[in-house]
């Protein structure tokens, strides 16, 4: 990488870090803390026990929903996708339920499930399911047409059917589903633990914030975006490798273009 | 359609079947015609028509708030490739953070207003159009841009002639995510900040134990979201007759 390319890169975020901090270096605003008192008391707060007590768990519970929406999505809708049949009789109600916004669904699962672990994983879950249900049918559907009677004439059927062409021909569009689910999910992890929790990210927040302890939620205001930055990078990695073919793909179209 | 319609009723039967038959208890669950009652009821009250106002205030100002603020720092940072390297890492670091974690520090500093939540909507739309106008500013065609080099087209000229028609389908892709994006975060503040609106009144009637009035406001949500979803697949066919057929979208 050039001089240049890594200046580019690097300068912006330092000069607004930067400006950041020297701005707030003397701020005698009570909401407004000196960033060096933030960092100073990001390390007292979250490098101990709260590691364990409550962003564990609060992750814990995220994957837990975040992936078990996606294998139920994945098989609901290339279940859904695969038939025109279901798809006529199931689109409207899809479409009701995907629009429903997944937060008010918070108080209902508190019903049902009580306050614990279940509970949040279950509103993480059914405010993830939709996306990538709904970009499942989406993909199966719009599965290339040639392909398809190729597989036909080749009487390529069940599993392997689905394990080599509908699964990746769908895979590109279920991935958008995917990342779409991963930020929804981050708001149910935060928002269930902020209405009943014991522990948690988003009930540690709401507890620094109703104490008035405003370094500390500053730090949990910068963990949580951590978190969320670490996840779609991570999402990224795992998507340019899976997807290589598909982005190698588009790539060459385009230059040929 | 008429199948659509039959998966609807079918849908509605299962809900109405399941607390009747005692497969989930009618206390948590009421029968899908009790609420249906209810939400009626609730229709003729000033309360709901109030509590839907305030949410579409909220949702309609965020939005039009995020897809100017969206469009202008796109089509700025988009037409120089110096500022679209500049800004890349700082987008890609920003965009991920997840705006709820703003909601203690716009409860401190503004307080149960509508400024809270359009904070949180804003903050959350915002980046859903503007990715999307980057990387419609990238799609122009190279030989329309050369063309328009040759007869020294002013950069004013550039943009209205050139960037603004190419960018403009990803502009109306990019609002019609953040349209759902934002209603997902009105409720949101809503419920957590207590800022009048469908989100309030779902926590209170949750926590006054008005379970049908809870599933009513429920329904009024999602109906609401399929609104949203339909006006902004309307508006996208207003804007750009011309285009909805021919473009792909990009998967963010």
Same mark, same amino acid.
């Given at each position: 990488?050039?001089?240049?390319?890594?200046?580019l890169?690097?300068?912006?975020?330092?000069?607004?870090?930067?400006?950041?901090?020297f701005?707030?270096?003397?701020?005698?605003?009570?909401?407004?803390?000196?960033?060096?008192?933030i960092?100073?008391?990001?390390?007292?707060?979250?490098?101990?026990?709260?590691?364990?007590?409550?962003?564990?768990?609060?992750l814990?519970r995220?994957?837990a929903g975040?992936? +078990?929406?996606?294998?139920? /999505?994945?098989?609901? /809708?290339?279940?859904?996708?695969?038939?025109?049949?279901?798809?006529?009789?199931l689109?409207?109600?899809?479409?009701?339920?995907?629009?429903?916004?997944?937060?008010?669904?918070?108080?209902?699962f508190?019903?049902f +499930?009580?306050?614990?672990?279940?509970?949040?994983?279950?509103?993480?879950?059914?405010?993830?399911?939709?996306p990538?249900?709904?970009?499942?049918?989406?993909g199966?559907?719009?599965?290339?047409?040639?392909?398809?009677?190729? +597989?036909?004439?080749?009487?390529?059927r069940?599993?392997?059917?689905?394990?080599?062409?509908?699964l990746?021909g769908? =895979?590109?569009?279920?991935?958008?589903?995917m990342?779409?689910?991963?930020?929804? /999910?981050?708001?149910?992890?935060?928002?269930?633990e902020?209405?009943?929790a014991?522990?948690?990210?988003?009930?540690?927040?709401?507890?620094?914030?109703?104490?008035?302890?405003?370094?500390?939620m500053?730090?949990?205001i910068?963990?949580?975006?951590?978190?969320?930055?670490?996840?779609?990078?991570?999402? +990224?990695?795992?998507? =340019?490798?899976?997807?290589?073919?598909?982005f190698?793909l588009?790539? =060459?179209?385009?230059?040929?273009? | 359609?008429? %199948?659509?319609?039959?998966g609807?009723?079918?849908?509605?039967?299962?809900?109405e079947?399941?607390?009747?038959?005692?497969?989930?208890s009618p206390?948590?669950? #009421? #029968?899908?015609?009790?609420?249906?009652?209810?939400?009626?009821?609730?229709?003729?009250?000033?309360?709901f028509?109030?509590?839907?106002?305030a949410?579409?205030?909220?949702?309609s100002?965020?939005?039009?708030?995020?897809?100017a603020?969206g469009?202008?720092a796109g089509?700025?940072?988009?037409?120089?490739?110096?500022?679209?390297?500049?800004?890349?890492?700082?987008?890609?670091f920003?965009?991920?953070i997840?705006?709820?974690?703003?909601?203690?520090?716009?409860?401190l500093?503004?307080?149960?207003?509508?400024?809270?939540?359009?904070?949180?909507?804003v903050?959350?739309?915002?980046?859903?159009?503007?990715?999307?106008?980057?990387?419609?500013?990238?799609?122009?065609?190279?030989?329309?841009?050369?063309?328009? %080099?040759?007869?020294?087209l002013?950069?004013?000229?550039?943009?209205?002639?050139?960037?603004? #028609?190419?960018?403009?389908?990803?502009?109306?892709?990019?609002?019609?995510?953040?349209?759902?994006?934002?209603?997902i975060?009105?409720?949101t503040?809503?419920?957590?900040?207590?800022t009048?609106?469908?989100?309030?009144?779902?926590?209170?009637?949750?926590?006054?134990?008005?379970?049908a009035?809870?599933?009513a406001?429920?329904?009024?949500?999602?109906?609401?979201?399929?609104?949203?979803?339909?006006?902004?697949?309307?508006?996208?066919?207003?804007?750009?007759?011309?285009?909805?057929s021919?473009?792909?979208?990009?998967p963010?």
């Amino acid at each position: 990488m050039s001089v240049r390319a890594l200046t580019l890169r690097f300068a912006l975020p330092l000069a607004l870090l930067s400006l950041w901090w020297f701005a707030s270096a003397g701020s005698g605003n009570f909401y407004f803390p000196p960033l060096p008192k933030i960092a100073r008391t990001f390390a007292e707060v979250w490098f101990s026990k709260k590691i364990v007590h409550d962003v564990l768990p609060s992750l814990a519970r995220f994957f837990a929903g975040y992936f +078990a929406a996606i294998a139920l /999505g994945l098989a609901l /809708g290339v279940a859904i996708g695969v038939s025109r049949t279901a798809r006529a009789y199931l689109e409207p109600a899809l479409e009701f339920l995907r629009a429903v916004p997944p937060p008010v669904l918070v108080p209902v699962f508190m019903l049902f +499930a009580g306050i614990g672990d279940a509970m949040k994983t279950i509103v993480i879950v059914s405010g993830c399911v939709w996306p990538v249900l709904i970009n499942a049918v989406e993909g199966v559907r719009g599965l290339d047409e040639v392909l398809d009677s190729v +597989a036909r004439c080749y009487r390529i059927r069940g599993a392997a059917r689905l394990w080599h062409f509908v699964l990746p021909g769908a =895979s590109p569009q279920i991935f958008a589903g995917m990342r779409q689910a991963l930020s929804i /999910g981050i708001i149910l992890m935060v928002i269930s633990e902020m209405f009943a929790a014991s522990n948690g990210l988003g009930f540690s927040l709401v507890q620094f914030q109703r104490s008035f302890a405003i370094p500390e939620m500053w730090t949990g205001i910068i963990l949580l975006g951590l978190i969320g930055i670490m996840l779609s990078f991570a999402f +990224a990695a795992v998507e =340019s490798r899976l997807l290589a073919w598909y982005f190698g793909l588009r790539r =060459s179209q385009r230059d040929a273009a | 359609m008429l %199948r659509g319609a039959c998966g609807l009723i079918a849908l509605a039967i299962l809900l109405e079947a399941a607390p009747r038959l005692g497969a989930v208890s009618p206390a948590y669950f #009421p #029968p899908f015609s009790t609420v249906a009652a209810t939400l009626a009821s609730e229709l003729l009250q000033g309360t709901f028509w109030s509590a839907l106002g305030a949410t579409l205030e909220c949702w309609s100002i965020g939005l039009a708030i995020a897809a100017a603020a969206g469009a202008a720092a796109g089509i700025a940072i988009g037409s120089s490739s110096l500022a679209r390297e500049a800004t890349r890492s700082t987008i890609e670091f920003l965009r991920p953070i997840p705006s709820v974690a703003l909601i203690p520090l716009v409860i401190l500093v503004f307080g149960t207003t509508l400024r809270s939540n359009l904070v949180l909507v804003v903050y959350a739309s915002f980046w859903q159009v503007l990715i999307q106008v980057l990387y419609g500013t990238q799609d122009v065609d190279p030989v329309a841009l050369e063309t328009a %080099r040759c007869y020294r087209l002013r950069y004013r000229a550039q943009v209205v002639h050139l960037l603004w #028609p190419t960018t403009l389908p990803y502009l109306m892709t990019g609002v019609r995510l953040a349209a759902a994006v934002a209603l997902i975060l009105t409720v949101t503040a809503e419920m957590t900040i207590g800022t009048p609106g469908l989100g309030k009144e779902i926590y209170i009637a949750k926590a006054s134990g008005a379970v049908a009035a809870m599933y009513a406001y429920v329904i009024a949500a999602g109906i609401i979201g399929v609104g949203v979803n339909f006006l902004a697949r309307w508006a996208e066919r207003l804007v750009m007759p011309w285009h909805v057929s021919v473009r792909g979208e990009i998967p963010v």
